[in-house]
């Protein structure tokens, strides 16, 4: 299998009946970066850039999060590379920055709500981001996005710190394409509308789910209701897909569920374009994808998608791509 796998790490990613997707991996370094190279990956699906401000006494420069920011990109060359914006809050605390004490941290002050109120914070990041973009194949995506308001708003500071930088002479690309994550329901739920401003839609499972089946992705208890095949889950993932492709925008999934064997058939089936896994996943996921076939499962997807469990969309999966 070893063999097998290393045959592929230089290969484009193709299902049975012909059909193209994109796997990406998701890193939190720039010393990530050897590792998605090894294992065959396109592209970078998902920087997580809190490790930049973590582990420290202060928040980290602009000349600082350039360095790494360039770094990755100039590694990844042509291949297309995500940074997220600080997501901070929730289960990501800094302590230096004195978030407050909250009751509901996850529903809380956090991520792109606490960047919007805090430009000092907000600015050095995206003009790192910015000047990075000249070595690179850079996209930029906000994380934790539940209104468009607060989309717009993020995307005028952006275009405003490129005005700044452009007026000092400093080069910036202007091929950056910006993005969302989709994690909250209400921006699955009208991701159409949301389609007709972004540039691409990340899925962001891993709170998309408890933030719509309401449990805690922290908490054991609660743990059963943590259901990455539940229908719930699969018509919002389907809706966010169909609206990005009746715009002509991709979409890609950045949760664990994006690189779940199990998850893998739904996803190809539901049309994602990307898939964005932690790097050891991905040539598993190339062999997997390469026996599937796309035109198959899609035929499928009206019958998953009315399914009342996710009991009854894993047995059908199961079956149908005849796995154990
Ligand atoms: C997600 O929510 O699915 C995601 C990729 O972001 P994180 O796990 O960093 O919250
Ligand atoms: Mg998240």
């Not at 302590?95 to 109120?117: H, Q, T, V, W």
Request: proline residues 4%; glycine residues 8%.
């Amino acid at each position: 299998q070893q063999a097998e796998w290393a045959k592929l790490k230089d290969e484009p990613t193709f299902s049975k009946d012909g059909e193209q997707v994109e796997l990406v991996a998701n890193i939190g370094t720039p010393e990530d970066v050897a590792g998605v190279i090894n294992n065959g990956g396109e592209g970078v699906g998902l920087y997580r850039t809190e490790f930049l401000y973590m582990g420290k006494n202060e928040l980290p420069t602009e000349d600082e999060q350039f360095e790494a920011y360039k770094s990755v990109l100039e590694q990844m060359g042509d291949k297309p590379v995500v940074v997220r914006t600080l997501d901070v809050g929730g289960d990501k605390e800094l302590s230096y920055l004195d978030l407050p004490k909250e009751m509901n941290p996850f529903l809380g002050f956090r991520a792109i709500r606490y960047c919007l109120e805090n430009e000092h914070v907000f600015r050095p990041q995206l003009r790192a981001l910015l000047r990075a973009s000249a070595y690179g194949n850079l996209k930029i995506m906000f994380p934790m996005i539940a209104t468009l308001e607060e989309f717009r708003k993020a995307k005028a500071i952006l275009l405003d710190e490129k005005e700044n930088l452009l007026a000092d002479g400093v080069k910036v690309s202007d091929e950056i394409e910006v993005g969302i994550m989709v994690e909250i329901p209400s921006t699955a739920v009208i991701a159409k509308q949301f389609a007709k401003e972004v540039d691409f839609f990340s899925i962001g499972t891993n709170d998309l789910i408890q933030y719509t089946m309401a449990a805690d992705r922290m908490n054991e208890q609660v743990s059963y209701l943590y259901q990455p095949y539940h229908p719930a889950i699969l018509n919002l993932v389907n809706n966010v897909i169909e609206a990005a492709h009746s715009e002509g925008k991709w979409a890609g999934m950045c949760g664990e569920m994006a690189g779940d064997p199990i998850a893998i058939p739904l996803l190809l089936g539901l049309g994602l374009d990307e898939f964005s896994m932690s790097a050891t996943s991905i040539l598993p996921a190339r062999t997997q994808i390469r026996d599937l076939s796309k035109h198959d499962l899609a035929s499928y997807k009206d019958t998953i998608l009315s399914m009342g469990t996710a009991e009854e969309v894993v047995a059908f999966v199961k079956e149908k791509t005849e796995q154990k």
